[in-house]
């Protein structure tokens, strides 16, 4: 306990959908993302109590880590789950595909990296992955070139590209995931269901794997 703050017991620490998102989602950093991707960085969850949460904050202050979590919690990037989780063992070709599947409403999603090629699709023919891959690489330099107009004279902080309809909706959106030094590229064709918590394990398994390199 610390100030008004008290810990549950028997919890371990997660992000939720929208924190997993929130972490991976921009290049910049703060004090919350920097907890939420120490948080994915680890091969299992961790139980929620003071020496963890210092060690994923990165702070000896237990009432700042008491804020920090506060935060977090109220704005819906982190949850206590009462079985602990463990980062899955098989390799990124197995499991990609099933979690993919999960966070598109039709079904129609790949994860392309940075260069332009497809790391696993679902739903998708081989040649459309080819390119809406490559157009996913051609929309990253777009959007660094033109960062500058985009965030600083327009003020729009998301990365995220889409191809609309005339009512304005996305047909085909991208979304980049910055994995440490690494950008990745959300395909789906139709409306995104990043609410799912198969999306907090696709960052968690990317993360894990990328995020030392």
Known sequence: MAGTYTLSKGLHLYPTPAGAYYA???LETD???QFLRKLLQQP????LNVDNLKFLMEQQDEQKCFELLHHCQKVGWVQGLTTPQEYPSASLEEILPAMLSKISENGKVLLADNQGFYLATHGFPH?????LSALSAEINTVHDRRSGLLVNNMGLKSYAWAIVDA???SEVGFWPLFISKNRFVVAIYGIPH???????S????LTIRYSTK
């Open 24 to 26: 991976v989602s921009s």
């Open 31 to 33: 004090r919350p993302r």
């Open 44 to 47: 299992r969850t961790l139980e």
């Open 127 to 131: 040649e459309v992955a080819e390119e």
């Open 194 to 200: 990043f609410n799912q918590p198969e999306f907090v």
């Open 202 to 205: 696709l960052v968690w398994a």
């Open 167 to 169: 009512y304005g909706n």
